[in-house]
């Protein structure tokens, strides 16, 4: 599986994004076995594409998370305050855990 996280907003917008990309099989056993419970319970791939606020703000952060297992894919674009506990657990665990490296702007 291949997770990729990108967070835009905040008051640097695009121009400041973030990425965070990981494998889980690629972890050490003690992050996987954090990591696996945290991706399950998120259902990864039986949400919605969109979850946003009702009203959001420019300056509010936008998370794009993408999810590939081989058999199935998914893209997920989201705010926080829109989304379920599970999920928000998961990016605090994946901006806690995995190296961010900044976006290239093409």
Known sequence: MK?????TGGVTGPIGAVVREF?????SAAERAEAEPLIAAARLFDR?????VASPKPQDFRYQLDA?????ASQLTFQLGA?????????????????A??????
């Open 3 to 7: 997770i990729t996280l990108r967070v």
């Open 23 to 27: 494998d889980p099989a690629a972890l």
């Open 101 to 106: 490296t900044p976006a290239v702007s093409r």
């Open 48 to 52: 919605p594409a969109k979850q946003m």
């Open 83 to 99: 989304v379920d506990a599970a999920m928000r657990a998961l990016v605090d665990w994946i901006e806690d855990h995995v190296a």
């Open 68 to 72: 590939s297992d081989g058999a199935q």
